[in-house]
């Protein structure tokens, strides 16, 4: 019976078994793919000192960006935070243990992460991280090898209709530094009417030269050719040309567009960023970009996936057979069955319904036997 207690706080769930095994097939899958392109596991703690996972990321005050979970830790009597997010952690990492280890670092992990507020779209708390750091460049071979890399793991994890939204998180910073001058009061003014794409709003904050970036937006060819029309004296040159190049890498393995103004959860992302899509999921898949690590000033590149969400689109893998193993059955058997791929489920008492727990065989003298379903 459900007690009041057993009730789980919002935005928290338990996943049940058809759920969780989705998850944990494609767990496998998307680790696999990193693991096979060189990238090694690294396995960093649920939390820390909340210094560290609050200042690691130029830019972001994450505090504010990803409310952290914050208490004082009896022992130490310091302010630990349970982490938003896994990259500061990696980042962390290269800086210190991983010091002196050769560049370009990579490094892939996975684990659960918690924020305090999830967002109205959003309600989970809790989300599951996978993802690849390639840590040392931010180069466009490396932001290429990044987006490949997210698009070849959400394949092997089943999901399809794969698209990549590119967007280029310090546009305005670049623009209002030389070509299109703002004062500190405007910027943040033209950031949020761009953000909401509101023509009228952006031109009263003092923003009309950014009009067009309102429309360089959609399908990734188009939309870059409405951008290369923006004279900016060339400060997005290099920056477009880097895009086209990491288009190119992807070629047709996903779909690609265009949204140079959106910076919603690119908190800590510096000339590049991509969020992830797949058919028949309602919000993004992931995320990534280049950055860098705060304090080491070393330069960054890596994606995160955000496996949970993707449960809803995800196959259900197929699950083996299950064969019934009676009160005295042969071990030997037994462990054979299941070196061969089966499941096996033991019997522990007199009385067990061998269907109803989900056994499709029961073990015999001569082998498995097909069980009759209720
Ligand atoms: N960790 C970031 C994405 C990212 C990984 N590396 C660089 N950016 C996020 O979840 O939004």
Not at 105 to 111: K, N, S, V
Not at 335 to 361: F, I, M, N, S, V
Request: glycine share 10%; with cysteine.
């Amino acid at each position: 019976m459900t007690q009041p207690n057993d009730l789980l706080p919002e935005g928290l769930e338990d996943r049940l078994p058809l759920e969780a095994a989705r998850i944990t097939a494609m767990m496998r899958a998307c680790l696999d793919v990193l693991d096979a392109h060189g990238y090694d596991r690294v396995r960093p703690p649920l939390l820390e000192f909340e210094a560290s996972l609050a200042g690691r990321m130029a830019g972001a005050v994450a505090g504010e960006a990803r409310a952290m979970f914050r208490f004082v830790d009896p022992a130490s009597l310091r302010t630990l935070a349970l982490r938003s997010d896994m990259t500061p952690q990696v980042g962390r990492i290269a800086a210190t243990s991983l010091k002196t280890a050769a560049r370009p670092l990579r490094l892939a992990y996975c684990g659960d992460t918690v924020v305090i507020k999830a967002s109205q779209l959003d309600p989970a708390r809790e989300r599951l991280q996978l993802g690849a750091e390639l840590i040392g460049s931010d180069s466009v071979a490396a932001a290429s090898e990044a987006v490949m890399l997210a698009v070849d793991a959400l394949t092997a994890a089943g999901l399809t209709g794969i698209s990549v939204d590119f967007t280029l998180p310090d546009l305005v910073d670049t623009l209002s530094a030389k070509a299109f001058p703002l004062s500190d009061g405007q910027i943040e003014a033209v950031r949020r009417e761009l953000d909401t794409k509101d023509a009228g709003g952006l031109k009263a904050a003092g923003g009309a030269a950014y009009l067009p970036l309102l429309y360089a937006t959609g399908p990734f060819e188009t939309a870059l050719a409405a951008l290369r029309d923006v004279d900016a004296g060339g400060a997005l040159k290099s920056r477009l040309d880097g895009l086209e190049a990491i288009a190119a890498h992807i070629g047709d393995a996903a779909r690609i567009t265009l949204d140079p103004t959106e910076r919603h959860g690119f908190e800590y992302q510096s000339w590049f960023g991509f969020t992830l899509y797949a058919e028949g999921l309602r919000r993004a898949a992931g995320r990534g970009g280049t950055y860098r690590i705060a304090g080491s000033d070393e330069a960054a590149t890596g994606f995160t996936l955000y496996l949970d969400r993707l449960a809803d689109a995800a196959p259900q893998p197929e699950a083996a057979r299950t064969c019934y193993l009676p009160l005295g059955h042969d071990r030997a058997a037994a462990a054979k069955l299941r070196a061969e791929g089966w499941r096996t489920r033991a019997q522990l008492a007199e009385g067990e319904d061998a269907p109803a727990l989900r056994c499709g065989y029961i073990l015999t003298a001569t082998g498995p036997v097909e069980l009759e379903q209720p």
